[in-house]
């Protein structure tokens, strides 16, 4: 804490200036002191000359007659009457009389200081020790003259102690004095140097907090001199610093979102290899978290050495370097990027999965064959059959008319291929409108089975409806849900042989109606599983099955519009389970 206060910039101004000023008063006291001892002394020089005058008067008759007697006399009267010593000298230095001494014993004064200046200008006076009384004493004499020659000398002393006596009691009323006004003016200069510091203390305390993050201090300019302008200045560059660290929070938090919705993985490394931003995506292809990559190095994060190559040839070229490779059952881009403008040897490196990508190639190329195989196969028979009809077959009413038939079932294909089509269209597009209302299961169901089950009755199958009565209403739209219904219904009845069976029902799960369609049938290899929501796509290699292979994908887009999902369990030889969800109109009843 002393340490502190002696570093404060209000005891640093404030501690020079009171030592100046208790200097300064100190000198000033010693001075006024020695001057009023001066003054005092002289004072008292003159009263002992006065004094001496006055004597002198009564000696010239006794120094004229030479009687010691009447001198003797003289001098103790005068000195009781003065209350100082009176000694009376003869021209040649010889006490005659002592008023407090016997003149025999003492020595010649001739050579006393004051009797000196006496002898020379008719009066001295001196500040000495008495030789006699072994005491500082005050001296005062003047000379005796009769006739114009001199007849002695008289002179009158005091004692320095009276004298002292007086001037410390001055002295001491001098230095209460010094001491008042030396507390004035300290506490002045505390007053002033607070006065001064007080609003640099608020500064101080302001920049305390914006070190510490705290931006949103307010001082107010309370004077008008250079700490006035620097607190001005500096609220001005705590706006602005504020104003830039949300802006730059901002650009971050968009950069951030855009790392993070990233499908690329991202990962920067620092001038020493260390992984200094890693995305989440990054993070899912590197099986790693955010803390366990970061200040890992690359080799160590990536841990594919294939990639890692691509990283060091950029980190020593200072070059971009871009490179397609497979690793195991992922097709990637590697693009390293060096960031030599942020820090030299740094490096952006991005991986790019451009295996879906050439999968999605793939399917198109596979939708594509699909599509021209199920166009070709009913326009090479409508060819044939009118390359028949060209060749005579019009001559034969009954071949003709049954060439005529076939070509109608042929066209009643394409134009269901192209309605399929455009409304698979629609429907991924929205374009088609889904009126939801609450609606019981039953009402989208049965009739889609009742319409199918002939067909069923057809290919001896047993089809079956299980829908319980407490299933609460559903939200969705009863034409369409008849149209996924007959769709799921339709496959199981073109993949069960003769003999199997084939169940709808309905149950409650996780806070929605799940429907379901079961059947024996031949199941679904699960190599062919992934695709099967794929348009035109058909388990039966040889396609020779009916149908355009647009029903699940229409099933599962209509489903979805309803905020539902569709899902399926298959085993080849074991029959398949496809359900779909749909959201309850109301709870369920207890």
Known sequence: MLIRARNSIRWRIAIPYMLLILAAVASLSLYAARLLRQTAIAQEKEQLLLEATMVRQGLVAPLESGDLAQLATVAKQYAGLLGARVTIVAPNGEVLAE??????????????PEIQQALAGGQGSAVRASDTLGVDMIYAAVRVDAGGRPLGFVRVALPQRDLTRQLEGLGRALLLVALTAGAVALLLAIGIAESVTRPIRQLTVAVHRLVRGELDQHLVRSTSDEVGQLTSDTMEMANQLRQTIEDLNAERGRLEAVLDNMADAVIITDSQGLVSLINPAAQRLTHTGKSGALGRSFAQVVRQH??????????????????VMDLGDDLMQVVATPLSSIEPGA??????????????????????????????TPLASMRAIADTLRDGALDDPPAAARFLSRMDGQIDSLTQMVEELLELSRIESGQVPIRLERVAVDRFVVPAVERLLPQAERSQLDLAVDIPGSLPLVLGDVQRLQQVVTNLVHNAIKFTAAGGSIRVHADWASERVVVSVTDTGIGIPSELQPRIFERFFKADRSRSTGGTGLGLAIAKHIVQAHGGR??????????????????SADKRPD
């Open 306 to 323: 294939e990639v890692t190559s691509v990283w060091r040839a950029c980190v020593d070229s200072g070059e971009q370097h871009l490179e």
């Open 99 to 112: 008023s407090d001494n016997d003149p025999d014993g003492m020595r010649n004064h001739l050579f006393r």
């Open 347 to 376: 490096c952006l490196v991005v991986l790019q999965d451009v295996g879906q990508v050439r999968r999605l190639e793939g399917m198109r190329r596979e939708f594509v064959s699909n599509i021209s195989h199920e166009l070709r």
């Open 566 to 583: 569709i899902w399926f369990e298959s085993e080849e030889g074991q029959g398949s389970r496809f359900h779909f969800s749909l959201l």
